[in-house]
């Protein structure tokens, strides 16, 4: 019951299939702009790190891009994403010369069939000029395709900063748009049950169903919430013997 997202342990149940399915179509038809929302906790970076799992396993067709900290000024976006291509550029070079390194980088890869796919995490906390800036970025495209497709994981307040007017023509460009729910009290069992048998356990169960009761009530349902109160319960029933 750690709090560190692992993919190992990810739960293929009905909200995270949803959005993991909807996920690979929208890569498959390069459907553009994506975005993942859901509250604090409720598995979102494990998502995005299970999907990334999935198309680095397929290097013959994607090439992947990881922002886990977008708090970044619009060039230093650039300089993240320009990095994460495997694009040597100085720190001070000019924003003209680093648009087209990374607009040959990806042409590049569009001609070698490699589809890129940028990911950036928290997305909700990028400042507003980084938002436009990357949906200015998206605009490098071929004549039949755009070269890359961008997913943002974010909580509930990106759908606040993308109701600005200022905002209107990225919020235009989400394609799919998916909602990630809290599990309800049979998803709570299931997925304590899950983590114990991943990790290696398979004994009898070790929470009794008021215990289960009291632990969904306690943690409506948010993974995150789960794994503390687990975690604790286990520690403290090993301590009692």
């Known amino acids: 019951f750690t709090l560190t997202p692992n993919a190992h342990f990810f739960l293929n149940m009905a909200s995270y299939h949803k959005a993991y399915n909807m996920l690979m179509v929208s890569l498959a038809n390069a459907e553009g702009f994506i975005k993942i929302v859901g509250e604090v906790g409720t598995g979102k970076t494990m998502l995005c ?31 993240a994403f320009a990095e994460e291509l495997d694009l040597n550029v100085e720190q001070d070079i000019g924003y003209h010369r680093l648009l087209k390194a990374i607009t040959e980088k990806l042409v590049e890869y569009s001609a070698n069939s490699k589809q890129v796919v940028l ?35 974010a909580q509930p307040e990106i759908d606040v900063a993308l109701a600005q007017p200022s905002l209107r023509q990225l919020r235009q460009r989400i394609t799919f748009s998916f909602t990630i729910e809290s599990l309800d009290r049979e998803g709570t069992e299931r997925y304590v049950v899950h983590r114990l048998a991943t990790a290696g356990y398979n004994g009898p169960f070790l929470f009794t169903r008021r215990a289960v009761d009291n632990l969904y009530r306690a943690s409506e349902g948010i993974p995150l919430v789960i794994n503390i109160l687990c975690h604790k319960a286990l520690m403290v029933a090993f301590g009692r013997g």
């Open 49 to 79: 790190r299970k999907v990334l799992n999935t198309l680095e396993e397929d290097k013959e067709s994607y090439i992947t891009a990881y922002i886990p900290n977008p708090v970044l000024s619009p060039k230093g976006l650039f300089l």
């Open 119 to 153: 990911f950036i995490d928290e997305a909700h906390a990028m400042p507003e000029q980084t938002l436009e800036a990357l949906r200015l970025l998206t605009n490098i495209e071929t004549e039949q395709a755009k070269l890359f497709q961008v997913v943002l994981f």
